[in-house]
């Protein structure tokens, strides 16, 4: 589990569409920073310590599970991609983004590329107005006053205004559901997906117990024999996992992701059991059905049957490895109906046969934009 940390940014730019330029930079520190809590008013002051057009500034809220360093080289690096121009003298001059880390929780840092406490911020309107409207009562670690006092101490007499254009705050997916289920074929990657959100957003994990079923080795040497006692088994299992874990109420995790849904239960019964097994079968899962909560979007990660026999020889389950295409394609046509018939689900569908979520943090940030966007 991550440890989120509370931050405040202070964002500016008196360069082009300044309006944008700080959405645009709001937008990528939700994306690859962290969650953005709060997100104050737009100012508009004169040029600080030289002579150029109005700054727009802004400050925000940020829960990260980024460390300092860390946290300073992504803001670096959004700057670069939204094409700040450093002055290599180091004099004030104008820019179309500038992004300062004002306050790290209470922390109080000295390194050679990073101060915090932001040792000007105190001397700045255009920082402690913003920041007061969304912090007033934080203490600033050294001088151990709230942020609302500083404001009331600082003796800079800049005329700041608030604008009526806002800035938009991006929503997580905390604030956006309360339950993930994310599906796949056998090597599409569900589960670890879902140990990544989860890790994330600090989200309560409900993982399917596979490895704990005693008839799934023997059914893949025999699958006609042992094909009802394992579904049967798997049924009852995701039964009751998810009955006890999406019933209990966890004080600290409100959010929760799951790497399986138990309508998988009757995808696979309708492709491994014979025609009066499935018969009985469906009898049990309609009456389990019922009981179970609906996810608030279902994910369905969809790999290509190349990608899935490649993962599946990479991670190297042994009773895996005779696993044909022909099944892996029966597994995904059954997916497909479900998806089709299911009306009552918010489903969406996802093709990361050509990402690397794992490896690649663009594509896994596409992946949580798609369920954001949804």
């Not at 929760?256 to 025609?275: E, G, H, M, P």
Request: net charge negative.
């Amino acid at each position: 589990m991550k440890i989120l940390r509370t931050i405040y940014i202070s964002i500016g730019s008196n360069q082009g569409d300044k309006l944008r330029n700080l959405q645009n930079a709001v937008d990528l520190i939700s994306d690859l920073a962290g969650a953005i809590r709060k997100t104050s008013s737009v100012y508009q002051t004169k040029s600080w310590g030289f002579e150029s057009e109005d700054f727009y500034n802004i400050c925000i809220e940020v829960s990260t599970n980024l460390n300092p360093e860390s946290l300073l080289n992504t803001l670096l690096n959004i700057e670069n991609s939204l094409g700040r121009e450093r002055n290599e003298k180091k004099e004030y001059s104008a820019r179309n983004i500038d992004i300062d880390i004002l306050l790290f929780e209470d922390e109080i840092i000295f390194s050679p590329n990073l101060i915090v406490p932001h040792p000007r911020m105190l001397e700045r309107k255009f920082v402690l107005v913003p920041l007061t409207e969304i912090a007033p009562n934080f203490r600033h670690p050294i001088e151990k006053e709230t942020i609302s006092s500083c404001l009331d101490n600082c003796t800079d007499t800049s005329e700041i205004i608030k604008i009526k254009e806002e800035i938009t705050r991006p929503s997580s997916l905390l604030e956006r559901y309360n339950y993930i289920a994310i599906e796949g074929n056998i090597g599409a990657g569900k589960t670890t997906l879902a140990k990544m959100i989860g890790e994330e957003y600090n989200a309560k994990l409900v993982l399917e117990r596979f490895a704990d079923n005693p008839f799934l080795p023997k059914y893949y040497e025999d699958m006609e024999r042992y094909a009802f006692p394992l579904e049967m088994s798997f049924l009852a299992d995701r039964y009751s996992q998810l009955s006890d874990d999406l019933a209990q109420f966890d004080l600290f995790r409100n959010f929760t992701v799951s790497d399986y849904y138990i309508f998988k239960s009757l995808i696979f019964a309708q492709i491994s059991l014979q025609k009066d097994e499935y018969a009985l079968y469906r009898t049990m899962f309609d009456v389990m059905y019922k009981e179970i909560n609906k996810p608030d979007i279902y994910v369905y990660l969809y790999q290509n049957t190349e990608r899935l026999l490649e993962n599946i020889k990479k991670r190297g389950r042994d009773y895996e490895q005779n696993i044909e295409s022909s099944y892996l394609e029966k597994i995904h046509l059954g997916y497909s109906t479900f998806i089709k018939s299911e009306k009552e689900l918010n489903t969406l569908v996802i093709d990361v046969s050509d990402l690397d979520f794992v490896n690649n943090s663009e594509d896994y940030n596409f992946i949580i934009n798609q369920i954001l966007e949804r």
